[in-house]
């Protein structure tokens, strides 16, 4: 295979070595990032180039440090030099980075409420990936990486909070005012 028919092998070669490294399947991958095995054999293989919000999504799966994902973006990067086919020029360039300003909006910060969720880890940490049931099937709506570390503060801070919520829907209870049908048995009862 000619390097025309793979212009992205390197870039490709590590996203294939951080998934090995990781020792995940080109299935496990593909279904936690939301792509088709095929693309990401063909992303491996150094046929196609990443979107910048694939990128990012790898970036994320595999908990890449700030330099490393640096490192992979310069990957990702087509030189300078390169010829950019006529198919992407065709709106001019002003439409091109009209579509990658587009690509960067603001995180939308409303709570998204979830019915299951997969959980991916190994030894560098792991992926949390919350799902909605739609139409019968489970449906991606939101990815979460984090270290081992912070996974293990998280499981407290979850657990110390429902405690707390549990004890003071006890006190609640407790404290209630009675009723008058309360009221009333206790009179019967004296």
Not at 35 to 47: A, M, P, R, V
Not at 69 to 90: H, W
Not at 166 to 182: C, F, H, V, W, Y
């Amino acid at each position: 295979m000619g390097k025309s028919e793979q212009p992205h092998k390197v870039l490709g070669e590590k996203i294939k070595s951080l998934r090995e490294k990781w020792q995940q399947t080109v299935d496990e991958v593909s279904t936690t990032l939301e792509i088709d095995e095929k693309e990401l054999k063909q992303i491996e293989s150094g046929k196609i180039l990443p979107n910048d919000n694939l990128l990012d999504m790898i970036i994320n799966h595999f908990l890449l440090s700030e330099e490393q994902a640096l490192e992979l973006r310069a990957m990702a990067t087509v030189p300078k030099d390169t010829a950019i086919p006529e198919s992407l020029l065709a709106g001019g360039i002003e439409d091109m980075l009209m579509k990658q300003v587009v690509m960067y909006l603001p995180v939308d910060n409303r709570v998204v409420y979830t019915d299951s969720m997969n959980a991916t880890v190994n030894k560098h940490g792991m992926v949390l990936q919350f799902m909605q049931s739609q139409n019968g099937k489970p449906v991606s709506v939101s990815q979460v990486g984090m270290s081992r570390e912070h996974a293990e503060r998280m499981l407290k801070v979850i657990k110390t909070t429902l405690e707390k919520y549990d004890k003071s829907q006890e006190t609640k209870l407790l404290s209630a005012p009675k009723t008058e049908k309360q009221n009333d048995e206790n009179k019967t009862d004296k």
